[in-house]
């Protein structure tokens, strides 16, 4: 059994974050939350979710995940206004959840979750960190993909540079460690990552304030932030680009 009420504007930032990676994700409602973890087909990106309970409206479930076309929930919510609720409701004996918004019930038959892969969390000790406004940092990942797809982070004690050489121009974002909220650097590093998915995930941060950026040389990069006053939690993990010359 589930009945699950949320704001349309929560559900909606749900979905958008985990669309940026792919297209069928695997929804875990826990006791505590709602728990997702996706990665592309390629393995070159994944996300890391969790919602508290308490960002819902209504939270009455029995522990069950269940798989679901993420273009299917968007379509219904997209027809809704930000403070419009929409409610969820799933039995085992039925095999279908129902989407209401207003005078408007949506039946979505959930996927085999055996088809949906969900990958474990990866541990990394990230060498170097900068948290910042989001919405810088978006600008400047818009701004280097004006030029070119593959992005170069560069940090040392002092700076944390966003560089982009194309072909025939480049993009320089520098920001000194008085303009970022903080800055933390065991040494100087360098990587490389592509834009192709960074600007989508970029769309989604850009608004929400702070976001905290790890990376060090040739690491995955760890991109952390959070929505609905801290009750949605979202880490985006990246795999470096290992070139030989940059």
Not at 62 to 77: P, W, Y
Not at 160 to 185: I, R, W
């Amino acid at each position: 059994m589930l009945n699950v009420t949320a704001r349309q504007d929560l559900m909606n930032k749900i979905i958008e974050t985990l669309s940026v990676v792919v297209e069928d994700a695997r929804f875990e409602f826990k006791e505590n939350g709602l728990h997702a973890r996706v990665v592309d087909a390629s393995h070159v990106a994944m996300i890391n979710m969790e919602v508290d309970s308490a960002a819902f409206d209504t939270w009455e479930i029995e522990e069950t995940d269940l798989g679901l076309e993420l273009r299917k929930v968007k379509e219904l919510i997209s027809l809704g206004a930000a403070d419009d609720m929409i409610e969820m409701a799933y039995t085992p004996t039925s095999g279908v959840m129902t989407l209401n918004l207003g005078k408007i019930d949506r039946n979505i038959r959930p996927l085999d979750n055996t088809t949906i892969s969900s990958p474990n969390v990866p541990k990394i000790d990230i060498p170097s960190k900068v948290v910042m406004s989001g919405a810088a940092l978006a600008q400047a990942l818009r701004a280097a993909k004006q030029v070119g797809d593959l992005v170069n982070l560069s940090i040392d004690s002092e700076t944390f540079t966003v560089h982009v050489q194309g072909q025939t121009d480049s993009v320089t974002v520098s920001f000194a460690k008085d303009e970022l909220d903080s800055l933390e650097c065991t040494k100087p590093a360098r990587s490389q990552y592509s834009l192709t998915y960074l600007v989508p995930m970029a769309k989604v941060f850009a608004g929400l304030g702070e976001i905290t950026l790890g990376f060090g040389e040739s690491f995955p990069l760890q991109l952390s932030f959070s929505f609905n006053d801290g009750a949605g939690e979202v880490v985006y993990y990246l795999a470096p680009r290992v070139e030989s010359e940059y």
